[in-house]
């Protein structure tokens, strides 16, 4: 499968746990992008990699969360001290400089307890 | 980027087109339009973008005003796969680097 792949598929934690994403985009894209979907609206953007290089995060992104992308293929998202408002579908996409269209991967669905 | 305007939810027959309209009234000349739909618990998945002409692929049709205020995503015989939400979407082109501003979006839901 060369599409976007994300792991875990779902993950239930227990406040105040730390829990950690990640994403494998694409081999040759170059951009990728996290956002996070609750029930019944759309995916909100949190921030965006150009290959290594974090440059953009969203206000949304709070001091709890942290993104890498080392040496710019997978990435990872993390998220400290978890709380009941972080429960909510975790979606990646990613992007090459010639296309216009993101790929998303199925995403990763969190429950906080 | 510009703010969109679709309807919530819309029904269509099996078979039969499907139209989903949408507002960018304060679209600006270098965005495009964007249409993406997502199947319930999947992520999004890419239909189909313009800038100012009509476009049309193996998914669907889409019609753009000569004002470029709105436009409508036509997906011309309608199956109960097609069953999902739909986002319009505006913004400038990829290689910005900008991300996508998804809205609610349309949830369309393909009677038999």
């Known amino acids: 499968d060369t599409g976007v792949s994300q792991d875990p598929r779902h993950k239930i934690t227990k406040r105040g746990q730390n829990v950690t994403f990640r994403c494998d985009p694409i081999?040759?894209?170059?951009?990728l992008y996290w956002y996070r979907q609750t029930l019944g609206q759309g995916p909100e953007f949190l921030t965006y990699?150009?290959?290594?290089?974090?440059?953009?995060k969203s206000r949304l992104l709070s001091d709890r969360f942290s993104a890498e992308r080392p040496k710019g293929s997978f990435s990872t998202l993390e998220i400290q001290r978890t709380e009941q408002g972080d429960s909510a579908m975790y979606l990646c996409?990613?992007?090459?400089?010639?296309?216009?269209?993101?790929?998303f991967g199925p995403g990763t669905r969190l429950t906080v307890l | 980027d510009a703010k969109t305007t679709q309807p919530p939810s819309m029904d269509c027959a099996e078979g039969r087109a499907a139209n989903l309209p949408c507002n960018h009234s304060?679209?600006?000349?270098?965005?495009?339009v964007y249409w993406y739909r997502q199947i319930h618990s999947q992520g999004p998945q890419y239909i189909i973008h313009?800038?100012?002409n009509n476009e049309t692929n193996e998914m669907a049709s889409l019609i753009i005003t000569e004002d470029r205020k709105s436009s409508t995503l036509i997906l011309p015989h309608a199956t109960l796969r097609d069953t999902a939400v739909y986002y319009c979407?505006?913004?400038?082109?990829?290689?910005?680097?900008?991300?996508?501003?998804f809205g609610t979006g349309t949830s369309l839901t393909v009677i038999p």
């Open positions: 996409a990613s992007l090459a400089d010639s296309y216009n269209e993101q790929f």
């Open positions: 081999s040759e894209h170059n951009r």
């Open positions: 990699f150009q290959n290594e290089a974090q440059l953009e």
């Open positions: 304060t679209i600006s000349g270098n965005e495009y």
């Open positions: 313009g800038l100012k």
């Open positions: 979407i505006v913004r400038t082109s990829a290689n910005t680097g900008n991300q996508f501003y």
